[in-house]
């Protein structure tokens, strides 16, 4: 086991997203995963039917506690539900001395399209967590949140993810999966220039949560001390195996093989 991931972020009661999803990516990707819960939901893969936030000096409090102990090479941010939690998390961060990488994945809406961020916590997350990530990770809907700028191709894309990068995080890899086309694009920008990263659409409704486990996955590769763009590499490979591999559970948007990466047990 190597590298050591703590990640705040909000529970999934059907496994398939959220806090859950994030300790198998990282788990399955050999690095350490120490969490810190933000919020509890109670949802399936049909959607979302309650948020409960979690107090936000209880929410710092289990991150100081882990970082004081056990530590961390990679910090991942999910799902902070309001903007209180969201100085909490930045506040502790910055205490703590904003010293490993940080990956934010500005989780705003669920697929199933239940709100998961207060709408007037968006301003708060760009003033607070952006500026300090090493990389955010929004899809284009949570892009456009950010930004408001339409995005309908890869050129808006671009425009998009030069916008966030002016918000201060030293990259960004936009999640092309809402485009209408048969070819899947992610970005990846960077003081360093970009990469497109191009690939075949897997056309299936077993997707839930593939933000968070992308999100982890990169986290997990950063904590592992590998490069950025290697990083994004390995855990779009780790997430594309993990869709085709999916086990088909639930009667909506489904969750992903997680653990394709170990062995069967019999």
């Known amino acids: 086991m190597k590298g050591r991931v703590l990640i705040v972020a909000g529970s999934d009661s059907g496994g398939g997203a959220g806090i ?28 979302v039917f309650g948020v409960l936030p979690i107090d936000p000096a209880f929410v710092a409090l289990q ?7 056990i530590g961390a090479d990679a910090m991942k941010i999910g799902m902070l539900a309001n903007a209180a939690v969201i100085e909490a998390v930045a506040a502790e961060y910055e205490a703590q001395g904003g010293n490993v990488p940080l990956v934010v994945d500005p989780v705003m809406v669920a697929k199933s399209g239940h709100f998961l961020l207060e709408p007037d916590a968006v301003l708060t997350l760009r003033k607070r967590l952006l500026p ?66 191009e690939g075949a659409r ?52 489904g969750p992903l093989n997680h653990l394709h990466t170990v062995r069967d047990y019999p």
């Open 132 to 197: 300090m990530a090493a990389i955010v990770t929004p899809n284009l809907p949570e892009a456009e949140a950010l930004t408001d700028v339409p995005i309908r191709d890869l050129d808006d894309m671009r425009r998009a993810a030069e916008l966030i990068l002016t918000f201060g995080p030293r990259a960004v890899l936009l999640k092309g999966g809402h485009l209408e086309d048969d070819r899947l694009y992610d970005l990846l920008v960077s003081e360093d220039g970009e990469t497109v990263f």
């Open 202 to 253: 897997v056309h299936t409704p077993h997707t839930h949560g593939t933000g968070c486990t992308m999100a982890s996955a990169i986290a997990a590769g950063l904590a592992q001390g590998m490069g950025m763009t290697d990083a994004v590499a390995r855990a779009r490979s780790y997430v594309e195996t993990a869709i085709l591999t999916a086990p088909g559970f639930g009667h909506g948007h």
């Open 20 to 47: 859950q999803a994030d300790i198998k990516a990282v788990s399955a990707l050999g690095a350490y995963a120490a969490t810190a819960i933000a919020a509890l939901t109670a949802q399936n893969t049909k959607g």
């Open 63 to 69: 991150m100081k506690v882990v970082l004081e102990d």
